[in-house]
């Protein structure tokens, strides 16, 4: 069985300053791991993904994310945060199998301040 | 512009009145699935389809139905809606590549459904 676990419902941040966003998962088979983001009244939309590639993965919006398997981490990062990334952020794990088993953590609600 | 579209953004009902929710993709994907989106939940699976007439339960497919009669449309039917279906929903499509998880979810808006 697989699980996520996002470690912070919210976190606040000021404009400029560094993001980190942190998830932990567990998964039985080599797992794929992707991080979405939603802002407000809108879907999801992807932010970037591993799947057994390079351990850090670079995504949009100058995100990119690291693969620790010794730490079960796939911790998401941005070296200076923007009013705009103010959303809510999902990370997502997956086994090779496919979307049918996709599991959703709970969400990281990031509030930027000025 | 490549999208899925949901209709209607948002629905007030009152329990046990049936309603659909209809969902559509423009871009030839397989791949369709309905997640609600609850506080503190995350997004939970209902249903999801992988080709045309090709459907399974999701996590939490109790109270829905789904059909898949054209590649485009996915829709979502309460045939008896109760309160505790008070959520968000999302409709999400992708291609089926050779490694399904290198593909990439497209969502839709959102639908935000109260059953009152």
């Known amino acids: 069985a697989q699980s996520v676990t996002q470690l912070d419902s919210h976190v606040s941040v000021s404009e400029g300053t560094p993001v980190l966003l942190r998830c932990n998962y567990s998964?039985?088979?080599?797992?794929?791991l992707f991080w979405y983001v939603q802002h407000p009244n809108k879907g999801l939309q992807l932010l970037l993904k591993?799947?057994?590639?390079?351990?850090l993965v670079k995504g949009i919006n100058g995100f990119e994310a690291e693969f620790k398997k010794s730490e079960t981490s796939f911790h998401l990062t941005k070296p200076s945060a923007h009013m705009s990334d103010a959303a809510e952020y999902f990370c997502?794990?997956?086994?090779?199998?496919?979307?049918?088993?996709?599991?959703f953590g709970t969400g990281t609600r990031l509030l930027v301040s000025p | 512009e490549a999208q899925v579209t949901q209709n209607p953004r948002y629905l007030i009902t009152v329990t046990g009145k049936k309603l659909t929710v209809t969902c559509s993709q423009n871009?030839?994907?397989?791949?369709m699935s309905w997640y609600r989106q609850d506080p503190g939940l995350g997004l939970r699976q209902i249903y999801y389809?992988?080709?045309?007439?090709?459907?399974d339960k999701g996590d939490v497919p109790e109270g829905y139905k789904v059909s898949r009669k054209e590649k485009r449309n996915f829709p979502l039917i309460l045939e008896s809606p109760s309160p505790n279906q008070t959520s968000l929903y999302f409709c999400?499509?992708?291609?089926?590549?050779?490694?399904?998880?290198?593909?990439?979810?497209?969502f839709g808006s959102g639908t935000q459904l109260s059953v009152l």
């Open positions: 997502v794990v997956s086994d090779h199998t496919g979307f049918q088993k996709l599991v």
């Open positions: 999400a499509s992708s291609l089926l590549g050779a490694i399904p998880t290198n593909e990439k979810l497209f």
């Open positions: 871009m030839n994907h397989e791949y």
């Open positions: 998964s039985s088979y080599s797992p794929s």
């Open positions: 591993y799947t057994s590639a390079a351990t």
């Open positions: 389809s992988m080709n045309v007439e090709v459907t």
